[in-house]
């Protein structure tokens, strides 16, 4: 396996993460993930190219493909039996890199990431925000597990792998030109379309 320099993308390249996308699969996902970007991308304008920053085996881009069939869409990930999936999926492009190395050459209308922030190493995070920031031309959507102050809780028996925080916060933070457009949160016990228990913030640039 590629040497990596985090302890969480080591764990996301190897075999919690192959088990992971074994795991989570299937059309009640694909639709739970349709209602919530029907929602959140109801709020936007024009969105043309998406990148997604972890996209495991594209349970949110075949989603997203749906609501917008013209768009270009891009994925990235690490674990490369996820971008063994995510390669079937037609006309995406596929980076099999870690966002930690990662050095986009252009912008997307729309950066996502989804279930991903939570995972990296909390050292890591002013970087991963600047890259958001810098691959946006307009929008950032972050649907991550929120709490108001940082806090590391045990993931499936592992230390270290799993952080709550106000993400979303912390970047407008950041980037004072971020502006809040709309937020949510899906309950892992909704009637029809469950989602972890994420919370979703829409943030839009202003100056680009
Ligand atoms: C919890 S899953 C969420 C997957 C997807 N975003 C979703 O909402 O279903 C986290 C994904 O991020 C990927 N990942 C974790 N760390 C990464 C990194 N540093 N760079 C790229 N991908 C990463 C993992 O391999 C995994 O596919």
């Known amino acids: ?5 985090t302890e969480q993308e080591k764990f996301w390249a190897g075999r919690f993460g192959d088990e992971y ?4 699969q299937g059309k ?3 639709a739970s993930n349709t209602a919530l970007f029907t929602k959140i991308l109801s709020k936007t304008n024009s969105i043309s190219s998406i ?3 972890g996209a495991n085996i594209g349970l949110n881009l075949i989603a997203i493909k749906t609501l917008l069939p013209g768009a270009s869409i891009t994925a990235l990930e690490i674990n490369p039996k996820a971008v063994k999936e995510l390669k079937k999926i037609p006309c995406i492009k596929v ?8 050095i986009p050459d252009r912008k997307w209308d729309l950066v996502l990431s989804k279930g991903v922030l939570i995972h990296q190493n909390p050292d890591k995070l002013e970087k991963l925000y600047q890259l958001m920031y810098d691959a946006s031309k307009s929008y950032i959507c972050i649907a991550e597990y929120y709490n108001p102050s940082p806090v590391e809780i045990p993931y499936r028996g592992h230390k270290n792998k799993l952080f709550k925080r106000d993400f979303a916060g912390e970047m407008m933070d950041a980037f004072p030109d971020l502006k809040l457009i ?3 949160f899906v309950y892992h016990r909704d009637n029809n379309f469950p989602q972890d228990d994420i919370t979703w913030f829409l943030l839009k640039k202003l100056h680009f």
């Open 1 to 5: 396996m590629k040497k990596y320099n």
């Open 182 to 184: 709309d937020y949510g």
């Open 51 to 53: 990148i997604e920053m």
């Open 21 to 24: 996308s074994q795991r989570n």
């Open 95 to 102: 980076y099999n890199e870690s966002m930690l190395e990662y």
């Open 28 to 30: 009640n996902i694909i």
